[in-house]
Every structure is written in structure tokens, then in C-alpha cells.
């Protein structure tokens, strides 16, 4: 399994982004998803997450209503749209793949990260 994600870069706060991230050798939909941060100087942290089906979703409690996961089966795609960014949301973006065929398990499985920088 290799996952890649894109789409950080500068923002103002207020502002919106979305993160991709691409995944590729096995079978996607197999897979439930999930996107991390880690800010400077701070511990990783779960943002958000979501089952197979894309039909269950789930968030920390600082985003919800301004992040939302989602995913494409057809695209092998998980995608992150963060709107009302805050500077607080500074952080590299990490996608993530739970083991396969289970909602549940243990991410196995990390991309490389995207830079997100909400300016004040």
C-alpha cells in the first residue's frame, strides 16, 4: 500500500482547503481511512476518519463542522475539505489506512504528509 497526500499549502484564516490523498497497490475499498496532524512541537493527533463504504464518518471535536472526510471508491481517493481554517490548524497532514477488510483495526499504514499553514 502506498498513500499520498497533496493539496496543503498557505492559507488566511477563514480560508479553505481540500487535502487529497491518493492510494495505490491494493484495493482501496477494502481499506477504512483516516487523516492525522502533527503541529510543531506537538504529538500526532486523529482529525478525522471514515469506514469503507464511505458511510461512516467520525472527527475530533476541534474540526467538526468545519472538516469534512470523505472518500472516493471509483478514484482510490481520500479526500479532507477544511473550511473556517484557524491558525491552530497548522500542521503536516498525514493520511492513514486501517488494516484491510475491517473498520476497526490499527492504522498499518502512513503517507508522506502535506503542509497546511493557516495564517492570522
Known amino acids: 500500500v502506498q498513500l499520498q497526500a497533496y493539496g496543503g499549502g498557505l492559507v488566511q484564516a477563514g480560508g479553505s482547503l481540500r487535502l487529497s490523498c491518493t492510494f495505490t497497490g491494493r484495493t482501496f475499498s477494502a481499506y477504512a481511512m483516516g487523516w492525522f496532524r502533527q503541529a510543531p512541537g506537538k504529538e500526532r493527533e486523529f482529525v478525522a476518519a471514515i469506514n469503507r463504504s464511505g458511510g461512516s464518518t467520525s472527527c475530533q471535536d476541534s474540526v467538526k463542522g468545519r472538516f469534512t472526510i470523505s472518500r472516493d471508491n471509483a478514484k482510490n481517493t481520500l479526500y479532507l475539505e477544511m473550511n473556517s481554517l484557524k491558525p491552530e490548524d497548522t500542521a503536516v497532514y498525514y493520511c492513514?489506512?486501517?488494516?484491510?477488510?475491517?473498520?476497526?483495526?490499527?492504522?498499518?499504514?502512513w503517507g508522506q504528509g502535506t503542509h497546511v499553514t493557516v495564517s492570522s
Open positions: 492513514a489506512a486501517r488494516s484491510p477488510y475491517t473498520d476497526y483495526g490499527r492504522y498499518l499504514y
